[in-house]
């Protein structure tokens, strides 16, 4: 190597280790940010109860005790939330700065962009808000990029299988976070079948692949059941779970299929329970919403005639009105329009700051309600950026950067591309499932394109593939 080669490899070395000191400096000082202006976190009804329930092991939601049972280990070790929002944001940050050694290298787009994702509101405020949908995307966003990293440093054996186990653990919980969570951990399986696929011909490749993916899979499934089992508490409810969500579906459904069609036959209902299916009747096209399901809850007629109504009577009418998919799918499309497009942000919950909720259970939690300065001056800042409170522009981010990176095709760009795919995916599943506009549900998919973005930031693909990297990627693909 000439004199000048040797400057100039230098040169080159001292400007990424500068942009790697100010990408690293911009988050860690977002990371102190966060602490600062939310600690000791922010909790709602749902954080309080969960709370309680984590302490006490007693069960209060039909929510996964998996997430109750995490915010009770912190609250042994430090009673409140705020240890706990602690390691949750510090799970996000730390996987973000990963990407200064993951890349070959660091462009100075990189600094301004982590700049921005740090001063969002989404980050700087809801990273502090004790929810589940927050813990759901930092364990998922931090999963896959163990993921990136097990994909791109493959040849080192004992690095890989440590950072596969993070991956799986980390994707495990969150399948528990969030049922449909499941979805990113199906989405991550893909990308590792396809770069363990190997070479040879497209049947050996296919069994190969397959054999990775699926059997990345169904581990998930087996470490996310043994985490629920083991940390499911003991007594009464502690059965509670996904039936008795889906059962929720179901009533909101056919209050909504009533409102649009109040001729739509109830015909096992009716069987059943003739008198429950008069009210319904009668008072779901006058408190139906597609904005949410809340609008029931102090009616007590409903409330009434739906537990009245057996388990089998109302399965059998909401799958007859699948069988009516005109209505259906108008129903669900209004529902998922409200989640996912947010007509109206401020009647969707944008944010939650403060500590509020039941009296009784702050009492018994050592809790008082709280609404301080801070907290109007955090509400305050994210009013005035609710721009990037907008589901769909993450959504059209998230689909473009998942395009570039399947283009690219390195290992860690096909489990970056498999966040991508895991937070469209996970958006989508909310047209079957959502009751309710919440901001917060769809989360997930806001800072899984804001860390795709941040990742092609640090290394932009070529505008022109080389040959170089061409043959690199064709090696694990099945292209």
Not at 245 to 253: L, P
Not at 265 to 281: E, F, G, N, S
């Amino acid at each position: 190597m000439s004199t000048g080669e040797r400057v100039h490899a230098t040169m080159t070395r001292s400007r990424k280790l500068d942009v790697r000191a100010g990408y690293l400096a911009v988050l860690l000082a977002g990371y102190a940010a966060v602490l600062i202006a939310n600690l000791p976190g922010h909790l709602t009804y749902d954080s309080l109860l969960e709370l309680y329930e984590g302490r006490s092991r007693i069960r209060q939601t039909w929510a996964p005790s998996f997430y109750a049972w995490v915010l009770g280990v912190f609250d042994r070790l430090w009673s409140g939330a705020g240890l706990y929002v602690t390691a949750s944001a510090l799970l996000l940050f730390v996987a973000l700065a990963s990407f200064a050694w993951l890349r070959p290298r660091l462009t100075g787009w990189a600094v301004a962009l982590a700049a921005l994702v740090a001063a969002s509101p989404l980050v700087l405020i809801y990273q502090a808000i004790v929810w589940k949908d927050v813990l759901f995307a930092n364990a998922s966003v931090a999963g896959v990029i163990c993921l990136a990293w097990a994909l791109q440093r493959w040849n080192a054996a004992r690095a890989r299988w440590l950072l596969l186990a993070a991956a799986l653990a980390l994707l495990s919980a969150a399948a528990l976070l969030r049922q449909n969570g499941v979805i990113v951990a199906a989405a991550a399986s893909i990308a590792l079948g396809w770069t363990r696929a190997g070479d040879g011909s497209w049947a050996e490749r296919s069994i190969r692949g397959l054999a990775w993916g699926l059997g990345a899979l169904i581990a998930v499934v087996l470490t996310s059941h043994a985490f629920d089992v083991s940390t499911r508490p003991i007594g009464p409810h502690s059965n509670v779970g996904v039936s008795d969500g889906v059962r929720i579906v179901q009533q909101y459904d056919l209050m909504g299929a009533l409102t649009l069609d109040p001729d739509f036959p109830l015909a096992a209902i009716t069987r059943a329970k003739p008198a429950a299916a008069q009210v319904l009747r009668r008072l779901a096209p006058r408190y139906y919403s597609a904005e949410r399901i809340d609008t029931v809850d102090s009616q007590p007629e409903i409330l009434g005639a739906f537990e009245a109504i057996p388990d089998k009577a109302l399965s059998a009418d909401w799958r007859a009105l699948i069988l009516h998919p005109a209505l259906y799918l108008r129903e669900r499309a209004e529902v998922f329009r409200w989640v996912f497009l947010t007509p109206q942000l401020e009647s969707c919950l944008p944010v939650a700051v403060g500590v509020q909720g039941p009296e009784e259970t702050l009492k018994a939690l050592g809790m008082r309600p709280r609404w301080s300065e801070q907290d109007q001056r955090l509400v305050a800042y994210d009013t005035a950026t609710s721009a990037v409170h907008a589901h769909l522009a993450y959504a059209v981010i998230a689909a473009v950067v998942g395009l570039l990176l399947l283009r690219r095709r390195e290992p860690a760009d096909l489990a970056m591309a498999a966040l991508m795919a895991g937070g469209l995916g996970f958006a989508a599943s909310f047209f079957v499932i959502s009751i309710a506009c919440d901001y917060r549900y769809l989360y997930f998919l806001d800072v899984a394109a804001m860390t795709g973005l941040l990742y092609l930031a640090i290394d932009p693909p070529p505008a022109r593939m080389s040959s170089r990297v061409r043959s690199t990627s064709s090696s694990t693909s099945f292209c």
